[in-house]
């Protein structure tokens, strides 16, 4: 079956950086067949979109509260999904999910929830002022 698990989360600092991992398993994301996106939500707050990567790693998507600080990537040959997160704020703190969802486009960059059939279970980030 297919999987999704997300780690490297942990409590820092404002101005601090991490970089969350989404390894997937029972699913390959080579040969262009998927496109991967991060998703997060916080306490009392809807989940919320802050970046996708096409099933081709050329094009990537970022919400504007993440845009210039985030940035994600993927490693085909590992499976794996990256999230590289810096200049932490608190507002960042959230739980983190990553998902995937099978697709025809190789430069698509999929935003919305729905859009994604596959989810990880999250990691938890937190961010001290």
């Known amino acids: 079956q297919v999987r999704l698990v997300e780690s490297g989360g942990g409590l820092v600092q404002a101005g601090d950086s991490l970089r969350l991992s989404c390894a997937a398993s029972?699913?390959?994301?080579?040969?262009?067949?998927?496109?991967m996106g991060w998703f997060r939500q916080a306490p009392g707050k809807e989940r919320e979109f802050v970046g996708s990567i096409s099933s081709s790693g050329g094009r990537m998507y970022y919400a504007d509260s993440v845009k210039g600080r985030f940035t994600v990537s993927r490693d085909d040959a590992k499976n794996t999904m990256y999230l590289q997160m810096n200049s932490l704020k608190p507002e960042d703190t959230a739980v983190y999910y990553c998902?995937?969802?099978?697709?025809?486009?190789?430069?698509?960059?999929?935003?919305?929830?729905?859009?994604?059939?596959?989810w990880g279970q999250g990691t938890q980030v937190t961010v001290s002022s």
């Open positions: 998902a995937a969802d099978r697709t025809s486009y190789t430069e698509y960059t999929p935003r919305n929830s729905n859009e994604f059939g596959f």
């Open positions: 029972g699913l390959t994301l080579r040969n262009y067949q998927y496109t």
